[in-house]
């Protein structure tokens, strides 16, 4: 079990960025490193993925292009660089750690959770 603190989250003017931090407990180099958010009044959706074997990535269609997701094992950090911002990404957004190779879009793919920070973007 891993747990995992998020930062990072605050308020922030539509076509800004900003930096999502998450710190795990314990070593990250054989995790897949998740990101996922939760938007008002909708279910939690995954946003993107890193493996731990090759780095590997995967992103949502919706944030494809803006958003970077990267880890520093030797830090035990993953982040997550939001650019381009918009009224939509506006959530709730959760670090999430899996065991598997690769990246699962499902929630159900990660066991360890953390307990998520706000992003809100203004039109």
């Known amino acids: 079990q891993v747990q995992l603190v998020e930062s990072g989250g605050k308020l922030v003017q539509a076509g800004g960025s900003l930096r999502l931090s998450c710190a795990a407990s314990?070593?990250?180099?054989?995790?897949?490193m998740g990101w996922f958010r939760q938007a008002p009044g909708k279910e939690r959706e995954f946003v993107a993925g890193i493996s731990w074997i090759a780095y590997s990535a995967r992103y949502a269609d919706s944030v494809a292009g803006r958003f970077t997701i990267s880890r520093d094992d030797a830090k035990s950090t993953a982040y997550l660089q939001m650019n381009s911002l918009k009224p939509e990404d506006t959530a709730v957004y959760y670090c999430?750690?899996?065991?598997?190779?690769?990246?699962?879009?499902?929630?159900?793919?990660?066991?360890?959770w953390g307990q998520g920070t706000q992003v809100t973007v203004s039109s």
């Open positions: 314990r070593r990250t180099g054989s995790l897949t």
């Open positions: 999430a750690a899996s065991t598997a190779f690769t990246v699962g879009r499902s929630e159900h793919e990660y066991v360890d």
